[in-house]
């Protein structure tokens, strides 16, 4: 299995606080990706990296911001959560355009 | 902007029959791969099959294979013989070589019937 760690695995928070989701990777891949998984949308891209400290917004990056300071970490954070946030939360890591993407095991969250 | 589209929500099929779950995208780009992915309940993402654009030959994965029409932007995913194993919801995905986003569709559930 690939070496994709995302934690914590499940979390519920209050409407209004920050939240910072960690995405951790054994794999030395570059490409890195955070997704949004809901009930008739599929998997939405919030956002993806290239490499270290390049990042680029995806198509519902609003109220998320990213960082990556280092090859094996992604961070994903939710400046001011809300319940429209409430969702499960998925990083993915490939090596490059044309190989498999590799998922973590997600992360459930929930905005109340 | 690239998109993918699955107009199909679910999908259902006898167990040792033939079902093909459909797939669209929209891009500009010329250089652009394709994937299946499909999603048990476990909610594990795995890589059913790709295809690269600038190859006109249909992919195989032994029970899985792809119809790529380039010209149609169309990439349907055909599963042989159905097992029970391949009741999960199946994600059409798209990267441009243009840039790094990969992008995905809604997904179909597909239910394999006894």
């Known amino acids: 299995d690939a070496g994709i760690t995302q934690s914590p695995r499940h979390k519920v928070t209050e409407t209004g606080t920050p939240v910072t989701l960690r995405c951790h990777q054994t794999?030395?891949?570059?490409?890195m990706y955070w997704y949004r998984q809901d009930p008739g949308h599929g998997l939405r891209l919030i956002h993806y990296s290239y490499g270290v400290k390049d990042t680029d917004k995806g198509e519902v990056s609003d109220g998320y911001s990213v960082s990556r300071s280092k090859t094996e970490d992604f961070l994903l954070t939710l400046e001011s959560a809300t319940s429209s946030q409430t969702s499960v939360y998925f990083c993915?890591?490939?090596?490059?355009?044309?190989?498999?993407?590799?998922f973590g095991q997600g992360t459930r969250l929930t905005v109340v | 902007a690239q998109t993918v589209t699955q107009s199909q929500p679910e999908m259902s099929v006898q167990e040792a029959e033939t079902v093909t779950l459909s797939c669209t995208y929209d891009?500009?780009?010329?250089?652009?791969?394709l994937f299946w992915y499909k999603q048990p309940p476990s909610r594990q993402m795995i890589l059913v099959i790709r295809?690269?654009?600038?190859?006109?030959q249909n992919a195989t994965e032994n029970r899985f294979s792809v119809n790529f029409q380039k010209a149609a932007k169309s990439f349907s995913l055909k599963i042989s013989d159905s097992q029970l194993g391949d009741t999960a919801m199946y994600f059409c995905?798209?990267?441009?070589?243009?840039?790094?986003?990969?992008?995905f569709g809604k997904g179909i559930t597909l239910s394999v019937r006894p």
């Open positions: 993915a890591i490939s090596a490059d355009l044309n190989t498999e993407a590799f």
């Open positions: 995905a798209f990267i441009s070589g243009a840039n790094s986003k990969l992008t």
């Open positions: 891009t500009s780009e010329n250089n652009y791969y």
């Open positions: 295809q690269e654009a600038y190859k006109q």
């Open positions: 794999e030395n891949h570059r490409y």
